[in-house]
């Protein structure tokens, strides 16, 4: 009923109230350091209350961002219609790899809510030099960090967050302390989450209960023109629902570990290297947490990989070398039966080498350009497979001999070429042309998934699918302009984008005949099987953030974003493609509270992929109120109330549901939006 009405509610709030005085103290958003106006690079989360133990619900604040939500703890980065691994996500500086075949460890699943200290995006088209494989763009993740001191003498710092919701009955902290002075740095950190099942108005989503604990040891040295850090990380998620997938979490645990030199030359230069190191072990299953059925099925997996960069920054110029490693497994099993096995990835590795150059700098007095080159080798190869069901049935058989005769080592050369030019029209507006050239190679579930499974790195369609080991690269054609206008009461950062993608990957219809009998004799319920190939697509929208400060109190702010999905040579759509999104936030501002009342606004989405059955969803609209209240310099309290009208609507990227037993969501029916959440948080500061 709201369809296409819902946009214009969200924007025609900002003419319904009159812009009565300057509001100069209140905070627009961050200016650049190198022009008079334009955007802090990259773009930073605005300033917001904690209604979640999800980091990715505070992504979604971002212009153009949203998320892929599978489970409670497994928000995927969407990025303009781009997700998963075509979007480079970096977690203090490391490009994780994820041990589960369908993201349940999601790279923002390792950074609990409480403990971020913030979330940024390069708008539009990401420069080279922000990491390997940005087809999609890179979103920096930040943990909060302890600073140096500035004298010799130790202090002792920290700072506490607590939340509680009452949607799914959350609970979560996240501490962080610290002794530094100007030299050293020593600092732990922790946290704990907790929540049952999450509600929405017509019953629960089974299972979406969630637990995760994380502990960090970070440790600095800096003395003169040098600076050494270390950040040992460990996460430990328990039994966490992901009904849109085929098993829930049951463990993921592992470490990270983070090092780094920074030395400033006399010349100027800056040299820094870093080294990463991941190990995370993860078990999965489908009987645990939901109703069980016919065949018990229990997935272990692992990834181990390991990474280095080395950059120098001189002049304007930065010049830089990364090579990482990830080697995957992942073993199907089933506990009522010793005999049954899926050996489905084994000994996977994939390795990148990438070296890039880039320049910043004025062309004239008029002209700032960014432009940059990457160059990236990508080998992969797997071991053989197997599966006790080769035995008995003979198109896994032929399955399994054909995978282990192909010619797995793969290799791939990519070559990103970027370039940005920014003009200033005048003291308060700029002007912004973007041009790139982008390319990302198969991933490992892409190129190596034998068997028809629905192990697609968290696609979740109900669709199953089989890789493909000749699949070429994508390369995408890119092109952005934005103006980014700012005065005392009324800031406007509009932009415009296009990407050609050649040799895009998407399932399509197999007419592998041994696929299509496993997967009719496995899960008849699932349709055609679907094979990972190349094929042409192209992306195309508009997002924008704005704020208008009203009077020395009143302030309107919000982000706008639209994004079409679309195959090149065929009528289909792309599948999982956000609909049109308006956020916008009423708020009042005193020097020691505020408060707020924000309108998400959500289009239709009736451009769907038909390859993939997908299903439309109708548009709707909640409103949230939230508020904070400054009790001391040190202590800080904040609250509100999310879907205040308790609306029940269906979230185009939510998935489908794939539980049975629950008498509220049928099987095969998209999940439902989270209803009423009431949430309160404490925040301590010392």
């Known amino acids: 009923m709201l369809r296409s009405q819902v946009l214009p509610l969200s924007l025609l709030i900002s003419t319904l109230l009159p812009a009565i005085a300057n509001a100069e103290h209140v905070a627009l958003p961050d200016m650049s350091v190198t022009t008079t106006a334009g955007e802090r690079v990259p773009y930073a989360l605005p300033q917001s209350s904690l209604s979640s133990a999800d980091s990715g619900e505070l992504f979604k604040k971002l212009p153009g961002a949203n998320i892929n939500q599978n489970g409670p703890l497994t928000s995927i980065v969407q990025y303009r219609g781009m997700y998963a691994d075509r979007v480079n996500v970096l977690v203090d500086g490391m490009a994780l790899s994820a041990a589960g075949p369908n993201r349940m460890d999601s790279p923002l699943g390792y950074l609990p809510a409480t403990l971020v200290d913030n979330i940024s995006v390069y708008r539009g088209i990401a420069p080279v030099s922000s990491g390997i494989e940005t087809i999609g763009g890179t979103v920096k993740a930040e943990s909060k960090q302890a600073d140096y001191d500035s004298s010799d003498e130790v202090e002792v710092h920290g700072s506490l967050n607590s939340l509680y919701a009452s949607n799914g009955d959350t609970r979560s902290v996240g501490a962080v302390t610290s002794l530094a002075n100007q030299h050293h740095r020593l600092q732990l950190s922790g946290s704990i989450d907790r929540a049952h099942d999450q509600e929405f108005d017509g019953g629960d989503i089974i299972p979406t209960e969630a637990e995760r604990d994380t502990l960090g040891l970070a440790y600095g040295f800096r003395l003169d023109n040098t600076e050494i850090d270390f950040d040992l990380k460990h996460l430990d998620t328990g039994e966490t629902g992901t009904p849109a997938l085929p098993m829930d979490i049951m463990v993921i645990r592992g470490e990270t570990f983070n090092t780094g030199i920074r030395h400033t030359l006399n010349n100027g230069g800056e040299i820094t290297a870093r080294l990463n190191y991941q190990d995370v072990y993860h078990r999965m299953d489908n009987f645990s947490l939901r109703p069980r059925n016919m065949m018990f099925r229990q997935n272990d997996t692992d990834v181990l990989s390991k990474g280095i960069e080395l950059v120098y920054n001189q002049g304007g110029w930065a010049l830089g070398f990364d090579a990482d490693s990830a080697e995957h497994n992942a073993d199907i099993s089933d506990p009522t039966n010793a005999m049954f096995f899926v050996r489905n990835f084994n000994e996977v590795e994939r390795d990148r080498l990438s070296a890039f150059a880039e320049w910043t700098g004025a062309l004239s007095d008029d002209w700032q350009m960014q432009s940059g080159l990457r160059l990236t080798h990508v080998t992969m190869d797997a071991d ?303």
């Not at 539980?659 to 099987?667: F, R």
């Open 384 to 686: 053989d497979v197997d599966s006790s069901m080769a035995g008995m049935m003979m198109p896994v058989a032929t399955l399994r001999n054909n995978f282990n005769s192909s010619d797995r080592s793969q290799d791939d050369t990519l070559a990103d070429i970027a370039m940005t030019f920014t003009r200033n029209l005048s003291s308060s507006l700029d002007l912004e042309l973007g041009f790139a050239r982008k390319q990302r190679a198969p991933s490992y579930q892409e190129r190596y998934l034998w068997l028809p499974l629905q192990a697609t790195s968290g696609l979740a369609d109900g669709k199953n699918y089989i890789g493909n080991v000749d699949l070429d690269p994508e390369t995408a054609y890119q092109f952005e302009i934005g103006l980014d206008w700012h005065t005392p009461r009324f800031a406007v950062s509009p932009r415009v984008f296009y990407h050609h993608v050649n040799d895009y990957i998407q399932g399509v219809e197999t007419d592998n005949a041994a696929a299509i009998m496993v997967s009719n004799m496995m899960s008849p319920e699932s349709g055609t099987p679907l094979e990972y190939d190349n094929v042409d697509a192209k992306l195309y929208g508009i997002d924008a953030n704005w704020l208008w400060a009203l009077t020395d109190h009143w302030q309107l702010d919000g982000t706008v974003s639209y994004v079409r999905g679309k195959r090149r040579d065929t009528n289909d759509n792309l599948y999982r493609i956000a609909p049109l999104t308006a956020r916008t936030q009423l708020s009042y501002i005193e020097p020691d509270w505020r408060i707020g009342v924000e309108a998400v606004t959500v289009a239709e989405q009736n451009q769907v992929s038909a390859e993939n059955d997908e299903e439309e969803t109708s548009g709707y609209a909640i409103f949230n109120l939230s508020g904070e209240y400054q009790l001391s310099q040190s202590l800080q309290v904040e609250g509100g109330i999310n879907n205040l009208f308790d609306r029940k609507y269906r979230n185009h990227l939510g998935g489908y549901n794939r539980v049975s037993g629950n008498e509220d969501i049928a099987v095969g029916e998209r999940l439902p939006g989270l209803g009423r959440s009431v949430y309160v948080g404490l925040n301590l500061n010392w």
